[in-house]
């Protein structure tokens, strides 16, 4: 089945130090997402890009960056997390902007 | 700017019992209207979507939901609800922010049915 996979499903990493979650979709939709859920709350959209066009969001700290060297793959760096970037951060994708996203299962960062 | 607002953040029923759960939206322009579920420790789906057309869409589940233009709202109905229906419900609306479509999500309502 065409999915979008998440990996880890669980990080758990320390206060300053770097992390690098990824994602990867087979459905070869030319955009991808990053979302970033806490408990209870809406994804907030940290950035996506649309084919190789990077757009972050405004609102979207410095320490969090994205890299997608192909279609398939997408990357988010959170390069000093604090422990308020502990939540489930979610890859989404979409044949254009305006489509329905398909969502990966989530990455749950812990930060110690 | 855009937003999206569901009017209900908490809603308890029991088994059988219908539900309605309102959405409505502040854009002016052509939006495409999604209603996603999340039911618990899962991923992210989509319940039904509307692009044009007929305003009433079924989707998956026995869910539909109805467009009313003229009152920005998409509200999500079910007729009948099941103990499995317990899930955390999004509305959400993708309309243009500057040079890119994105999706502006409600808050969420967390249903609850008791079986």
């Known amino acids: 089945d065409a999915m979008v996979i998440q990996n880890p499903r669980y990080q758990v990493t320390q206060f300053g130090k770097p992390v690098t979650l990824s994602c990867s979709q087979t459905l070869n939709h030319n955009v991808m997402y990053w979302y970033q859920q806490k408990s209870s709350q809406a994804p907030k959209l940290l950035f996506h890009?649309?084919?190789?066009?990077?757009?972050n969001e405004a609102d979207t700290p410095d320490n969090f960056q994205s890299r997608r060297p192909n279609t398939s793959f997408c990357f988010l760096d959170i390069r000093s997390p604090g422990l308020g970037d502990a939540a489930m951060y979610l890859c989404?994708?979409?044949?254009?902007?305006?489509?329905?996203?398909?969502f990966g299962p989530g990455t749950r960062l812990t930060v110690l | 700017a855009q937003s999206v607002s569901q009017h209900n953040h908490h809603v308890i029923l029991s088994e059988a019992a219908s539900l309605e759960l309102g959405c409505n939206y502040s854009?002016?322009?052509?939006?495409?209207l999604f209603w996603y579920v999340q039911y618990p420790g899962q991923h992210l789906q989509l319940l039904l979507k509307y692009f044009s057309g007929d305003p009433l869409v079924k989707g998956i589940k026995g869910f539909e939901a109805e467009f009313i233009k003229s009152k920005f709202s998409f509200n999500l109905r079910k007729p009948s609800v099941q103990w499995s229906d317990t899930a955390e419900y999004f509305c959400?609306?993708?309309?243009?922010?500057?040079?890119?479509?994105?999706?502006?999500w409600g808050l969420g309502t967390s249903l609850a049915v008791n079986p």
């Open positions: 890009y649309y084919d190789k066009d990077f757009n």
């Open positions: 854009y002016g322009g052509t939006v495409n």
């Open positions: 959400a609306v993708n309309a243009w922010a500057g040079n890119n479509r994105k999706l502006i």
């Open positions: 989404a994708t979409s044949r254009d902007q305006g489509n329905e996203q398909f």
